[in-house]
């Protein structure tokens, strides 16, 4: 057989409430039109994150039942690290709440003042973190990533040549460590290549500098390298997961992805000194070393999650599932990032609403009237969430692109879901002339997409 079906059937369902577009237009001028202000009961399809937002699966919920809350050295703990162990590989396994929370302990403990991080593209809490603590983060991005219609199988990829340039700029001393985001959520949910981590080690080892996965969605990073990489197409997912791990000295990750758990994360590492203080830490404002600040069931659905999300049924209908998205709204004429990625799929709304300035948010516009047409939230990510301001004039710069990412919550909806989204996708492009761009009436001086509140221009 040639199609790919949801390798699971229903046990629970979630009714959805349908809304006509007169409520949609109401809910719309009550949100200011920023749709992270909307009731999540107003929306009809969510796909604003694939974060926390996965269905988990019967043995997790079993699993759930199984968690045992003692406060230490409980069963649901060694459950989780033998499970983590299993796939990731290495020494110390820090459970932690979540993946922004491993992110603050590791750049805490190693990170200061006068540092440089590299990553292929730091995800935001990434940046802000290492900024928090005062650490440059700095962004290396191989150029086939830069040209959101080009087709290459591992976009993601860092720039080795950047790479060796930015340590030999700085001096090693100044860089604690590398980073490399599998796959790369901000570039487009694009994978990176085992020949590309395997070569980013090389140079990290001959300068003496630790390498981290920031592994939120190892799984599906793995299951590219299988289906694109030569070399791997007979080998297990796990198998490639594993030896993708090998390569490095640590992690850090959020279980809300590739977990596919609803909460959740941890941080690992091989060095034993480091382990110690970021237990340390982590007893300050987490919590004890065998919970991290989750809550035994937490840890038992995790610890499931992480293996079901390495089935190759899954992932095989997870990898069609997003490419069927994203090739019917492409044929249809609609501009994406090239190829579809593994988790989202990113609309190219500057190229899809030329006649709207940047600086009155065509990606804005864009994610506003899918909303409107069928009650479907997706997030912008454009100069509404990365504007920058001209240190001398203080005037508002655009970001580099204006995009729109519909990312697919795990094993969530159904085809005849995204059959729906492909749809009011295809009747917005029908209309797309005609869409008016946004003013922005109030915001916050910082993250203000979070809050603004628009106008239509
Ligand atoms: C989600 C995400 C994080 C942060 O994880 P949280 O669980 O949301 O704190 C870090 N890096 C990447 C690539 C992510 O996608």
Redesign the pocket.
Same mark, same amino acid.
């Given at each position: 057989m040639r199609t790919i079906i949801e390798p699971f059937r229903v046990k629970v369902v979630e009714p959805i409430r349908l809304t006509s577009p007169e409520e949609r237009e109401a809910a719309l001028v009550e949100a200011g039109y920023n749709l992270f202000k909307l009731h999540s009961r107003d929306v009809i399809i969510d796909l604003l994150t694939d $974060?926390g937002t996965s269905a988990m699966s019967a043995e997790q919920w079993a699993a759930i039942m199984r968690g045992d809350e003692s406060y230490a050295g409980s069963p649901s703990f060694d459950r989780f690290e033998e499970s983590v162990r299993d796939i990731f590989g290495f020494k110390h396994i820090i459970p932690t709440h979540? @993946?922004?929370?491993a992110?603050r302990i590791l750049f805490s403990t190693l990170c200061h003042k006068g540092h440089v991080v590299p990553n292929n593209t730091h995800?935001d &809490? &990434?940046r802000a973190n290492l900024e928090y603590v005062g650490a440059e983060a700095v962004d290396i991005p191989c150029a086939e990533g830069h040209v959101l219609a080009e087709h290459h199988p591992f976009k993601g990829n860092m720039d080795l040549e950047a790479l060796e340039a930015l340590i030999v700029r700085h001096g090693a001393g100044r860089i604690p460590l590398v980073m490399i &985001?599998i796959t790369n959520? $901000?570039g487009g949910g694009q994978p990176v290549s085992m020949a590309n981590v395997r070569a980013v080690k090389a140079i990290c080892a001959k300068h003496d500098i630790p390498l981290y996965i920031?592994a939120?969605?190892f799984a599906e990073n793995a299951w590219f390298i299988r289906a694109r990489e030569p070399g791997y197409s007979d080998r297990s997912v796990k198998s490639i997961a594993q030896e993708l791990f090998a390569l490095a000295d640590g992690c &850090?990750m $959020?279980a =809300? =992805?590739d977990g596919l758990a609803n909460i959740g @994360?941890f941080l690992c590492t091989n060095d034993d000194v480091l382990a110690r203080q970021e237990k340390d830490l982590l007893i300050l404002t987490e919590g004890f070393p065998t919970y991290g600040g989750l809550a035994g069931r937490d840890l038992d659905a995790i610890a499931v999650g992480l293996q079901e999300a390495l089935h190759e049924d899954y992932l095989a209908y997870r990898a069609a599932s997003t490419a069927y998205l994203g090739d019917h709204i492409s044929k249809a004429g609609v501009p994406i990032v090239q190829p579809p990625g593994g988790h989202a799929i990113y609309v190219d709304a500057a190229t899809m609403l030329p006649h709207i300035p940047r600086l009155e948010y065509p990606a804005q516009a864009l994610s506003v009237e899918l909303y409107r047409e069928a009650g479907i939230r997706t997030v912008e990510i454009g100069s509404v969430m990365f504007a920058r301001h001209d240190p001398i004039t203080g005037a508002e710069l655009p970001a580099p692109n204006e995009l729109v990412r519909l990312a697919i919550p795990r094993r969530a909806y159904s085809q005849s879901h995204i059959d729906y989204v492909i749809e009011a996708m295809l009747e917005v492009f029908e209309r797309r002339e005609s869409i008016r761009g946004f003013r922005i009436v109030e915001q916050a001086p910082f993250l203000r997409h979070f809050s603004a509140r628009f106008e239509h221009c």
């Open positions: $974060s979540q @993946g922004r929370a992110e995800f &809490t &990434t &985001t959520n $901000s920031d939120c969605r &850090t $959020s =809300k =992805k @994360g």
